[in-house]
């Protein structure tokens, strides 16, 4: 808030949710780059349009504890294998690839690619991405379920001439807040280094994107000693100059002992290229890790520093979720699980869908850049959603695609705004306001608020709570003290440009902002439920509604 073709993880403290039958959902793999092949390879028309199967009535709420948390561990692989926004995208791709869903491309002309019964996403800037599917029975102008929620989170990114001079024998590196990161969460902690790295291929003469990940303690915020005084006591530290990581020692004076197959000098990468303004031992860091023979090959990059320490259940009986990144990969992993699920007929958990329910278009958009406004062309607050929903419909109608169907459509539809919420902290009760206080392993937090700051009003409550009674559901409501600010989400500016109607509804955190959070161990497969029961009873609540 502004506020699988997947494995058991690498990581020795990620250890599989004892009890768990490994069938019931695979966890979240180890991040390895989608092929390289031909991305829109597109199965016959006979195989787009198989039906989902569906349940029957008997089976609506066969469901307990296990599947929700069976959820949990591949929760904490999502969160410690993807640490920055374009790993979690890339990784959403490939889990959605290996459940039937084709990629589309938005340069490319999307008639005669999308058809009744088919699954799809389409990627944006490798930062956001939007995945729907389209009922069987669906009929032009019928409505969209929705379920938008943001996946970036706070962090910190490196500069673009990130080199600093040397000071004290320490190398240190320049980076910037995004949105409110480098709090004092941020001292201390062990932090990597990762991101998207473009390369020319010197074969082909094309530049390629590549994901790279340092992900064992590079770089450290160290604080100052309380013996010194007052200034280790100063409680608004200058970030330009208070808060610059140290990544190693100057290495200048070992020089003449060390040898390295990536050499550091500058010179050597060519006085005009993107490297030779970079630090030395950073790019051979990643050249390395990418296994770039000539460093001058990298053309740019868009890195983060982010925190290494794994994402794991705590708590005397493992019910917390300690772990960084939670705002908002907690919803958007959620909502995801939930859109596979609904489409993926009786072999999924929670199966509740009804009978005939599959003349919508169900669609989950995680979005970038919320924690900064979404006014970047992959935020909520660009075309990226409308377009999308307006060029699946023009798809689905030969190519024709008028205002009134547009309309019609969003009119029809219903977003839910997935954003976390704030859980009761039970040391700041006072800065509660009372009967608006969620708790954690209860589920799905309605958020409200008077002045607008989400899209809340008495019909998308009721609307969700039907919902939840269908799916078993628990829901409950946050709104913030008159004494205190709220914050905000993207709900109100993807309702107010489509005119849908719309809820803010997330789950429960504690630590917003921190640069390490705390959630429920049950609170994925809860949100999972919520919306999987959205997407499969949408049509039947929506018909309740005048």
Known sequence: MTRNAFSNGSHPSLQHVSGLPSTIYPP????????????????????????????????????????????????????????????????????????????????????????????????????SIIAFAVGSNYKPGNGAAVIAAHIDALTTKVKPIPTKPSKAGYVQLGIAPYAGALNKTWWDRDLGIGGKVLVKDQSTGKIETRLVKLDHPIARIPTLAPHFGAPAYDPNPNPETQMVPIIGLDSSRMESTTTSKYPESSRLHGDYSFASTQPPRLVSAIARELKIDDPASIINWELEVFDTQPAQLGGLDKEFIFAPRIDDKLCSFSAIEAL?????????????????????????????????????????????????????????????????????????????????????????????????????????????????????NSVSTAFLQRVAEKCESKLQVFQIRNDSRSGGTVGPMLSSAMGMRAIDAGLPQLSMHSIRATVGNLDPGLGVKLFKGFFDYFEEVDAEFA
């Open 28 to 127: 979240f793999a180890t991040f390895t780059p989608r092929n390289q092949g031909p991305r829109f390879n597109y199965p016959d028309p006979q195989t787009r349009l198989q039906h989902r199967d569906r349940c029957s009535e008997k089976t609506r709420s066969q469901m307990g504890p296990a599947e929700i948390e069976s959820y949990t561990q591949p929760f904490l692989n999502f969160i410690t294998e993807n640490p920055t926004v374009f790993h979690a995208v890339n990784t959403i791709a490939k889990h959605l690839e290996s459940h039937g869903f084709f990629a589309l491309s938005s340069r490319e002309d999307w008639n005669g690619k999308i058809t009744k019964g088919g699954k799809y996403f389409v990627e944006r800037n490798g930062s």
């Open 340 to 456: 596979i699920a609904s489409t993926s007929g009786d072999t999924a958990p929670f199966n509740f869908q009804p009978a005939d329910s599959d003349g919508i278009i169900r669609i989950v958009g995680c979005f970038d850049d919320e924690e900064i406004g979404s006014l970047l062309r992959q935020g909520a607050r660009s075309n990226f959603l409308p377009d999308t929903i307006e060029r699946t419909i023009a798809a689905l109608a030969g190519g024709h695609c008028s205002p009134d169907l547009v309309s019609r459509t969003f009119a029809n539809g219903f977003m839910i705004s997935a954003d976390v919420s704030h859980a009761v902290n039970p040391n700041y009760l006072e800065v509660y306001l009372e009967n608006h206080a969620p708790k954690l392993n209860v589920g799905v937090a309605v958020q409200a608020d008077p002045n607008g700051h989400t899209t809340t």
